[in-house]
């Protein structure tokens, strides 16, 4: 395969989840927002230990995020819940992840700090998840956030 062509092959999950962020059935979005799927909803309640509110990661087509109630753990290097929530905004962006296989990542750039390989893409095409890691990577805990449909579609 030519460098060309694998480069292409690279890019184009990121350019259609980009294009699917800001045009839909020829429409124009100004923002995606992600929430948590029910198994993920259950995780925090069960092994968190806490109190559902609204949970949300915005991301927006101008490159500007807004995080509303992420439960703590997402940050805590062991995993621990302290049944508090984090909230914030800055920028985002895409990046590869540098591991045995294709990873497509998402920064946050909070101004203070930004996240590094917390939040990875999961799925090619609808409905598209935002997996979380919790903790060490290699325990596999993770917070999965799927795409909400924009009620002007429905």
Excluded at 79 to 85: I, L, R, T, W, Y
Excluded at 89 to 96: I, L, P, T
Aim: proline residues 5%; hydrophobic residues 40%; aromatic residues 12%.
């Amino acid at each position: 395969m030519t460098q060309t062509a694998y480069k292409t092959c690279l890019l184009l999950p990121s350019v259609l989840f980009l294009s699917g962020c800001m045009f839909v059935n020829g429409l124009d979005w100004s923002e995606d927002s992600f929430t948590p799927t029910a198994s993920t909803i259950r995780d925090l309640k069960e092994h968190g230990g806490y109190v559902i509110a609204k949970h949300e990661l915005i991301l927006r087509a101008d490159g500007t995020f807004a995080m509303v109630n992420m439960p703590d753990w997402w940050l805590d290097g062991a995993g621990e819940s302290k049944k508090g929530f984090e909230s914030g905004s800055g920028k985002w962006e895409f990046y590869q992840g540098h591991f045995q296989w294709t990873v497509w990542g998402i920064e946050l750039n909070f101004g203070k700090f930004a996240t590094g390989n917390l939040i990875n893409l999961r799925r090619q095409k609808p409905p598209y998840l935002i997996n979380i890691t919790i903790g060490d990577p290699d325990s596999a805990h993770n917070m999965l956030f799927e795409k909400v449909p924009d009620p002007k579609q429905r």
